[in-house]
């Protein structure tokens, strides 16, 4: 059992907008000694799930899977940035809802089922408490029924081959100039890093 330990004594807001705060907060470390760290938090937060992503494959004609993603373009860091289809859990949802919606949303596709959900992963914890779950779905259609995007969202639909994802995710990055966000990226790198050990490139 680890001997590190930490708690909150109390959290002040020191800013307030529409869907984000920033929080200064007073906690207790493991040495009993008072600290103060900042902290951005989402004011839309119903349950202990901020978000969901969602890992689909689908199913072509060559007989390959391919892991169904979304390119847009995220103002915060300028750029375009390929990613699973995500999006923030309603209040009234749980998170397996969340991800079919979303999915359907954003790419087209309907979900069967959930095959596999995460438990509520830290995005950035050194800054923010956001955090979000991973779900694995069954696609019930093989073929894209249209997006149904909100007038804010403007989102491309890409599929790359599940079983040389990382290297078109570097092809893709590369010719696009875009960003790869971390969950995508790790996901490929881990599965890279599998083929590496069995001695495939």
Known sequence: MSHLKG??????VALKLKWIQLDNITYIDSKGRER????ASRTT????????????TVKKPDGKKYVVLILQYRPPVNNLVLEFPAGLVDGDEDVEKAAIRELKEETGYVANKVLLTSPSLPLEC???DAN????VVDLEETISQGQELEDSEDIEVYYLALDNLYNEIEDLRKKLNCLVAVQLYTFAMGLNFNNILNGNK
Do not use: N, P
Not at 45 to 56: L, N, S
């Open 36 to 39: 103060l760290w900042e902290s």
């Open 7 to 12: 708690s909150i004594k109390k959290i002040d």
């Open 132 to 135: 979000a779950k991973i779900c």
């Open 126 to 128: 050194g800054m923010s």
């Open 45 to 56: 937060k119903k349950g202990d799930t901020d978000g969901v992503d969602i890992i689909a």
